[in-house]
Structure formats: structure tokens, C-alpha cells
């Protein structure tokens, strides 16, 4: 993809009822620029994808779009192939809607586990005590944190996506340790919250608060790993409906996390 391409991802992303967030192109790109593609047909666009390589072992699929009026006739089957060679021999995770999980396993990929989506309007909360902004904690204690959650280091987007306009971060923490940390963001319609990183669920409901505070309540979404049953616990006791579901799947060995401290993935389009 060519820089004015990726908005054109993220529009059909929008279209999709993805609900991208306002700033989440510029943050995408710090990761691998090379790794976003676009079919055309004269010059035309007819099918978008990304797989972002994170490192040498480990890379994300995303954005896998096929115009709605040229689907079926293979443009996504090609610009697909053209991301896995990008890929090479990494592990490829992704996050796919759920109709589509018997393509993704011709391809090679395993279901992990559900994300769900749970959205609804909160009123705005009481930050608690012990809340600090993300921007003060010290990048690398933030990127050591989150590498107990992600298969591979994203340093570069971590420090976009907590500065980015409009996304507002927090952090908790106990002992001079961090006990959780989060990001809200403007999107299409609402906020979304992601990631949201934490010990316990106390610390998780702590944290939620304060970004919630931070954007002053609306409409929230939350998107939860399935088998965190205190993050499921605490989008249900919210009073959040689940509104969607991914599958996330990898190809190759299934990375080992701590998704007990997941209570809120960053974003389906890169993990």
C-alpha cells in the first residue's frame, strides 16, 4: 500500500462494522510498513490485507477485505497468498470473524480462542487512587509488561499507540510495580478500550474506571478473550452485551501468554 492507501483500509474496515479507531493508520504503519498490501484492477482497488511482521518469528494478519461487489472472484484469494509469502516462515496469528474459520484452517491456522466484543454506554466514573498517565511510566517497563501478553516486541507501536491524538492512557501501580495499564481511543462511533492489562481483576476494574474517566463515559467497547473468565465477569457486570466475535487463531505453535492478565485486546487488525 501506498501512505494514502491505509485510509482507504480502514475506511472499508468501517464499512465492514469493524469500527476502526480515529488515529489507528498512523500507529499501524510504525510496525511494518512493507507488510500492508492492496489489489487493482486499472488502478482500482479491489481487495485489501496486512501481515505485519513483528519480528522474525512472529507476524499478524489483518484487514482482509474483498470489495463487496467483486467478491467471489478470487482478487482476495491472491492478495491472501501475496501476505503469507510476506510472512515466510513466521507464525501468522489473526483474528477472524467466525464464518470464515474453515478458510483460515485450509490455510494452515488453529483456533486459539473466541475474542468477544462487548459494547454499551457507561456513565463517566471516579478515577481511583494510585492512577498515574501511562506517559509516565517508563517505556521499557511498559514494553517488559505487555511481552508477557503479546508473542513479540511492538515497541515502536506501543509508544505510538499511547501517544497518539485523542488516546488516553493510564497505568496502576503497587509497590513501584505496574499492576495495569490501558488505553482509550476515539473510534467511528464510541471508544474503544484496548489493551487493558492487568494482575487481577481488581486491578482491571480499577483501571477501567480511570479510562473511562478519562474520556469523560459514552459508549464503550471492550473487546475480551473468551477464556479470561474474570475480563468476560467484568464486561457482564458493566452491564456491556456482546456485540461481536472473532476467532484467533495462529498457524504453527500457539504462542504461550498470560491471557489471564488480558482483559481487553489491543486491536483484531494487528493483535
Given amino acids: 500500500m501506498r501512505p494514502e492507501d ?24 510504525t510496525v511494518d510498513p512493507k507488510g500492508f498490501f492492496i489489489a487493482e484492477i486499472n488502478g482500482e482497488p479491489v481487495a485489501t490485507v496486512s501481515c505485519v511482521n513483528y519480528d522474525d518469528k512472529f507476524a499478524f494478519l489483518g484487514f482482509y ?20 509469502t510476506h510472512a515466510a516462515s513466521r507464525v501468522i496469528g489473526l483474528d477472524g470473524v467466525v464464518a470464515q474459520q474453515d478458510n483460515y484452517r485450509k490455510s494452515g ?30 517505556p521499557v517497563m511498559v514494553e517488559a509488561d505487555d511481552a508477557t501478553v503479546f508473542p513479540a516486541a511492538r515497541s515502536a507501536f506501543l509508544r505510538a499507540w499511547i501517544g497518539a491524538p485523542g488516546h488516553v492512557g493510564r497505568a496502576l501501580l503497587r509497590d513501584s510495580a505496574l499492576a495495569a495499564w490501558g488505553v482509550i481511543r476515539p473510534c467511528r462511533k464510541g471508544f474503544k478500550i484496548g489493551p ?44 456491556l452485551a456482546p456485540a461481536f466475535e472473532t476467532a484467533r487463531m495462529y498457524t504453527g505453535a500457539i504462542p504461550s501468554l498470560r491471557l489471564d492478565r488480558v482483559f481487553g485486546v489491543t486491536t483484531f487488525e494487528l493483535g
Fill in 196 to 239: 487493558l492489562v492487568a494482575d487481577d481483576r481488581a486491578a482491571a476494574e480499577a483501571m477501567l474506571a480511570a479510562l473511562i474517566a478519562g474520556v469523560g463515559g459514552g459508549e464503550i467497547f471492550l473487546d475480551v478473550p473468551a477464556i479470561n473468565p474474570d475480563a468476560v465477569a467484568l464486561a457482564k457486570d458493566l452491564r
Fill in 6 to 29: 491505509m485510509a482507504l483500509a480502514v475506511d472499508w474496515a468501517a464499512a465492514e462494522g469493524w469500527n476502526p479507531g480515529l488515529n489507528d493508520a498512523a500507529c499501524f504503519a
Fill in 65 to 84: 477485505i474483498a470489495r463487496a461487489d467483486l467478491r467471489g472472484r478470487g482478487y482476495g484469494l491472491q492478495i491472501w497468498n501475496a501476505a503469507i
Fill in 109 to 138: 491456522f488453529k483456533l486459539a480462542y473466541a475474542n468477544v466484543r462487548y459494547g454499551g454506554t457507561i456513565g463517566t466514573m471516579q478515577p481511583p487512587r494510585g492512577v498515574v498517565p501511562l506517559g509516565d511510566i517508563p
